[in-house]
Nanobody, 124 residues
Framework: QVQLVESGGGLVQPGGSLRLSCAAS????????MEWYRQAPGKQRELVAD???????NYADSVKGRFTISRDNAKNTVYLQIDSLKPEDTAVYYC??????????????????WGQGTQVTVSA
């Protein structure tokens, strides 16, 4: 069974930093684009950052310059470094693995997976 396990969330003061991790198991991690979403209370889930299988990154405008996504294929792990935290960053952060239709040795991978989420709370 595929598992995505997030960790690293917590309570932090404004201006602080956190590093979230998402460890994947039972997928061919290197072929998946990895994405971080967040969902604040009463709001829709939003994409904040993604990294392709080739290592290209994209960020939501609201987090550019403060969030950094990276991946370690040897450890099947994706990271989200969050700096200069603001109260509006408070949310549950979810990891999402999406193969984006990758053709890998003749097999097309389309199924995506979600982690269970990790809470980030920014408060003085």
């Amino acid at each position: 069974q595929v598992q995505l396990v997030e960790s690293g969330g917590g309570l932090v003061q404004p201006g602080g930093s956190l590093r979230l991790s998402c460890a994947a198991s039972r997928i061919i991690f290197s072929i998946y684009a990895m994405e971080w979403y967040r969902q604040a209370p009463g709001k829709q889930r939003e994409l904040v950052a993604d990294i392709t299988s080739g290592g290209s990154t994209n960020y939501a405008d609201s987090v550019k310059g403060r969030f950094t996504i990276s991946r370690d294929n040897a450890k099947n792990t994706v990271y989200l470094q969050i700096d200069s935290l603001k109260p509006e960053d408070t949310a549950v952060y979810y990891c999402h693995a999406d193969p984006r239709g990758r053709n890998y040795y003749g097999t097309i991978y389309t199924r995506a997976y979600w982690g269970q989420g990790t809470q980030v709370t920014v408060s003085a």
